[in-house]
């Protein structure tokens, strides 16, 4: 069963910087492909980043191109999401995702295997 744990959310200001973190358990992390979605209150999930197995392809979405730096530890199978200059609408409920597959560019939620629970950051303004 593979399982996928978020940490590392929470309230931040405007400007600032947090790194999200996502472990996996069940499956070892180099055989998936890793990504973030995030939804905001009443707003549809969205891709926010990707990367491939062994991190050398790695995808975003618009909103946060230039700002957030998805990596991965195969060793620790742990995956990263570093957010700079955080702005208000990045507050969301943040998912870690897994695919069996690498697609490279915008990933949809059809093209995810597993799933974390989420967690939450909010960037206070």
């Known amino acids: 069963q593979v399982q996928l744990a978020e940490s590392g959310g929470g309230l931040v200001q405007a400007g600032g910087s947090l790194r999200l973190s996502c472990v996996v358990s069940g499956r070892t992390m180099s055989s998936l492909s890793m990504g973030w979605f995030r939804q905001a209150l009443g707003k549809e999930r969205e891709f926010v980043a990707a990367?491939?197995?062994?991190?050398?392809?790695?995808s975003y979405g618009d909103a946060v191109k230039g700002r957030f730096t998805i990596s991965r530890d195969n060793a620790k199978n742990t995956m990263y999401l570093q957010m700079i200059n955080v702005k208000p609408e990045d507050s969301a409920v943040y998912y870690c995702a897994a695919s069996t597959l690498y697609y490279g560019g915008r990933w949809s939620e059809q093209n995810v295997n597993y799933w974390g629970k989420g967690l939450l950051v909010t960037v206070s303004s």
């Open positions: 990367i491939s197995f062994s991190g050398s392809g790695s």
